[in-house]
């Protein structure tokens, strides 16, 4: 299996991590953004300054005074208001710049890992579909992260204030530390009860995709189960609140209680200045509106802190477990992809088991696929031959034993190397709604505007038919919901993603793994048996290239070079055709069942 951190890293190198990625997006935007959006705190706090010169410059009757006080009064909102519109815009543009670069970030991420295991781990899952719907919040991080340094600056300029009536004011930042410990704590908190609710959330997400999209639409109506879809994602939200609700009241509750010993404190300095120091009107004044704005900026701090720790940073945390998960997996890759196969493919005591499950799908299997040779595997459902395609594929890794390439493990090929030798077609193919040309042409991007190779391939893979139905042959839109596209049937697509497996000419391990369920057996035999034909040919084994060829059809795979039989978890049989009957075992009576029945 695959490698990967199991827990989320520190926050303070997740949020350095993002910091450079923003910073590669847009570097010049991000430090305008961070400059503008802390100059914008100056004017701000000194608003408390320029209410106590006013007011002594009125009691003082100094009118140069009141003048001043008034201007300066005037300029700090105006260069307030300009430095947040400026402060909006610029973090706007830069969002928007990182939002494509963060987007293709993930994306390539995940789709850069060698396995798919992190697509079928719940609790990776999990994690994943929170990141996904938390991207725009590492966007927001990095103005979330300005505006604490902008508040906390605020906060340092009205504490200055506040000393200079007197050093005892200073104690009001002690009560005020009580609330920022609460929403540190607070963030965590519900952060916990997120991740454990994350599943209600991920079910909810599926049965509204259900209930509202095309693809299960048919069967949603003519089941009738319409309303059940409704009433289940109901109640999974309901599941999901439920569990967020009492982490949410019990920190709401410690918070509010931060909040009330803060006011206490405020009253009474207050009351110790008006009273106690028997200060000038303008020091009151001033102890008031700073100690009014110090509660504000204080609660817009807190705040702030708390979407920090507990969105921002989540998702920056989940960003980096991503990053290193992917690195993980691409760790020890360390061995050339050779250029051709000179002995072939071989599974020495694999065994496999899925993501999640401890039972067996493969049970220490060891097999050979010669270079040059077309291999056939077969088995009844649920025999391991698919899971055998995906393993050599190398979109899982060996749970035990090794598969070598020419002798050298496969784990240690770099995994987009070996891709890029790798063709074929799958029975869960993908419908990629483009342009008929690029949906073929994509089995080979280094060819996918070639038209003769996209023709080529089409050609081989028996679509020549399909094309010639669309309207506009290769130059069509696939996919009813496009502009001008159209629908195509289950065999057609299916005929379009064999074409793309053929994209590329010369692999060292062609899979067909039932890619052509929609075709009758005698279309499936001529197919077959054409790149069976293709890949025994002088210029086709050129290459060493294994062909593996995985069909429920025995009248098809008898063509085969060596037929390899699956039956629970392992392999039980291995032999050309001829030499299997003959042998009377299991490959014998299953095909004898299937020619009876054709019969």
């Given at each position: 299996m695959t490698a990967a951190p199991r827990d989320l890293p520190p926050w303070l190198p997740s949020l350095v991590r993002s910091l450079r990625l923003g910073f590669r997006a847009e570097p010049r935007l991000l430090v305008v953004s961070f400059l503008v959006t802390v100059t914008a705190a100056v004017p701000d706090a000194l608003f408390a300054l320029w209410l106590k010169l006013l007011a002594d410059g009125v009691l003082g009757d100094r009118p140069t005074q009141v003048l001043a006080a008034a201007v300066a009064l005037g300029a700090s909102a105006a260069l307030s208001w300009f430095l947040q519109v400026a402060g909006e815009r610029v973090g706007r543009r830069f969002r928007e710049r990182a939002t494509i670069v963060i987007e293709t970030h993930v994306a390539s991420l995940q789709a850069s890992?060698?396995?798919?295991?992190?697509?079928?781990?719940?609790?990776?899952?999990?994690?994943?579909?929170?990141?996904?719907?938390?991207?725009?919040?590492?966007?927001?991080l990095y103005a979330s992260l300005f505006g604490v340094a902008g508040w906390v600056l605020r906060l340092g300029v009205t504490l200055a204030l506040l000393m200079s009536i007197h050093p005892a004011l200073a104690v009001l930042a002690v009560f005020a530390a009580p609330s920022v410990i609460v929403a540190s704590a607070r963030s965590a908190a519900e952060r916990r009860a997120d991740e454990r609710t994350a599943p209600h959330y991920r079910l909810a997400r599926h049965l509204f995709v259900t209930g509202t999209t095309a693809a299960p639409g048919k069967e949603v109506r003519v089941a009738g189960i319409a309303d059940r879809i409704a009433r289940e994602q109901r109640r999974e939200w309901e599941r999901r609140y439920d569990g967020l609700a009492p982490a949410r009241w019990a920190t709401a509750a410690w918070q509010s209680a931060a909040w009330a010993l803060f006011g206490v404190a405020y009253v009474g300095a207050i009351v110790f200045v008006?009273?106690?120091?028997?200060?000038?009107?303008?020091?009151?004044?001033?102890?008031?509106?700073?100690?009014?704005?110090?509660?504000?900026?204080?609660?817009?701090?807190?705040?702030?802190?708390?979407?920090?720790?507990?969105i921002w940073l989540d998702a920056a945390r989940k960003l980096a477990w991503l990053e290193d998960y992917a690195a993980a997996a691409a760790a020890g890759a360390d061995l050339p992809v050779p250029a051709r196969l000179e002995r072939g493919i071989r599974l020495e005591g694999v065994s496999f088991a899925y993501p999640g499950t401890d039972r067996l799908v493969l049970e220490e299997v060891d097999l050979e696929l010669p270079a040059g040779a077309v291999v056939a595997i077969v088995g009844e459902n649920g025999a391991g031959k698919t899971t055998l395609v995906k393993l050599l594929c190398r979109l899982y890794e060996p749970a035990r034993g090794r598969i070598t390439v020419d002798g050298a493990d496969l784990a240690r090929l770099p995994a987009e190397a070996w891709r890029e030798r790798v063709a074929g077609a799958f029975q869960d193919f993908a419908r990629f709604e483009f342009r008929a040309r690029q949906t073929v042409g994509l089995g080979d991007l280094v060819r996918i505007d070639d038209a003769e190779a996209v023709a080529g391939a089409v050609d081989r893979a028996g679509a020549g038919d399909v094309v010639a139905r669309l309207r506009a042959g290769l130059d069509t839109q696939l996919g009813p919901t496009w502009r001008e596209g159209v629908d195509v049937s289950?065999?057609?697509?299916?005929?379009?993603?064999?074409?793309?497996?053929?994209?590329?000419?010369?692999?060292?391990?062609?899979?067909?793994?039932?890619?052509?369920?929609?075709?009758?057996?005698?279309?499936?035999?001529?197919?077959?048996?054409?790149?069976?034909?293709?890949?025994?040919?002088?210029?086709?084994?050129?290459?060493?290239?294994?062909?593996?060829?995985?069909?429920?059809?025995?009248?098809?795979?008898?063509?085969?070079?060596?037929?390899?039989?699956?039956?629970?978890?392992?392999?039980?049989?291995?032999?050309?055709?001829?030499?299997?009957?003959?042998?009377?075992?299991?490959?014998?009576?299953?095909?004898?069942?299937?020619?009876?029945?054709?019969?």
């Open positions: 890992v060698a396995s798919i295991e992190h697509h079928e781990r719940p609790e990776y899952l999990d994690r994943l579909a929170v990141l996904r719907d938390q991207i725009f919040a590492i966007n927001h008006a009273s106690g120091l028997r200060a000038s009107a303008g020091e009151v004044l001033l102890v008031v509106a700073a100690g009014g704005r110090l509660s504000q900026y204080l609660g817009q701090t807190v705040g702030e802190i708390g979407f920090l720790r507990g289950y065999g057609q697509w299916q005929k379009l993603a064999l074409a793309r497996g053929f994209m590329r000419e010369h692999p060292l391990l062609l899979v067909l793994d039932e890619p052509t369920a929609a075709l009758d057996a005698e279309s499936e035999h001529a197919l077959f048996e054409r790149y069976a034909a293709a890949a025994r040919a002088p210029g086709g084994a050129g290459d060493g290239r294994v062909t593996v060829l995985v069909s429920h059809r025995f009248s098809t795979v008898r063509m085969a070079d060596l037929i390899v039989v699956l039956d629970g978890a392992r392999v039980v049989e291995v032999g050309t055709h001829e030499a299997l009957v003959a042998r009377g075992g299991q490959y014998a009576q299953l095909y004898a069942i299937q020619a009876g029945a054709y019969r």
